[in-house]
């Protein structure tokens, strides 16, 4: 069956710093992938989507890799800030968008 | 406003009772999802629609679960003699019909069943 992992853990990260965060996947080749941002009590929120034939994508403090060789999608945000902190979903798409469980990152002032 | 709106937000009800959700998306748009969420995890597929033919419902989901999209427009989706394991955060997302998908997201309505 098809497979979402991410960071189980929360994620520390001293602010001003890069925060990485890790998605891959198993059982399936998305045609491409998105990253959401989920704040407590909130729907989720779609910040990037990366294709499978881009190597990366960038968005103002995002960017975004995607090898479709080793099924890892790796997301970045540079100069961390303390509003950065939510918790980041990876969505690899087929037909239909499926959600890894997220990865909580906390940006430490 | 016109984002995805979801009714009710809260709702509270005992083992065994029937619940129903409502999920009105983005105007025109074509696609339609429904997930559930439990505290830290992520949003879990239930079942989406393209217009109002519902294209796919996940394995995991029991017969008491139904979703519907009469009009390809709102959607339901009902919880029949609901159970404990049912309190969860059901979400619903709406896309139009692109090959990027971004999903844009309503506040979710939050299940408590005692």
């Known amino acids: 069956s098809q497979k979402i992992e991410q960071n189980s853990e929360a994620l520390n990260i001293q602010e001003g710093k890069t925060a990485t965060l890790t998605c891959n996947y198993t059982?399936?080749?998305?045609?491409?992938l998105q990253w959401y941002r989920q704040d407590p009590g909130r729907g989720p929120v779609f910040l990037l989507l990366?294709?499978?034939?881009?190597k990366e994508k960038r968005k103002e403090r995002l960017k975004v890799t995607f090898d479709t060789t080793l099924k890892q999608s790796l997301f970045h945000i540079t100069a961390s800030q303390p509003a950065d902190s939510a918790t980041y979903l990876c969505?690899?798409?087929?037909?239909?968008?499926?959600f890894g469980k997220g990865t909580r990152l906390h940006i430490l002032p | 406003d016109t984002g995805v709106s979801q009714d009710p937000r809260h709702k509270i009800t005992k083992r065994g009772q029937n619940v129903t959700f409502r999920c009105d998306p983005i105007?025109?748009?074509?696609?339609l999802y429904w997930y559930r969420q439990t505290l830290g995890q992520g949003p879990e597929f239930l079942t989406y629609?393209?217009?109002?033919?519902?294209?796919?419902k996940s394995r995991l989901l029991s017969d008491r679960f139904s979703a519907e999209r009469p009009k390809g427009s709102f959607s339901t989706l009902e919880i029949q003699r609901t159970e404990q394991g049912d309190s969860a955060m059901y979400l619903c997302?709406?896309?139009?019909?692109?090959?990027?998908?971004?999903?844009?997201f309503g506040e979710g309505s939050r299940l408590t069943v005692l």
């Open positions: 997302a709406s896309t139009p019909q692109s090959d990027t998908g971004e999903l844009f």
């Open positions: 059982n399936y080749s998305p045609a491409y």
């Open positions: 990366i294709r499978e034939n881009e």
């Open positions: 969505a690899p798409r087929d037909d239909k968008i499926i």
């Open positions: 105007s025109e748009h074509n696609r």
């Open positions: 629609f393209q217009n109002e033919a519902q294209l796919e």
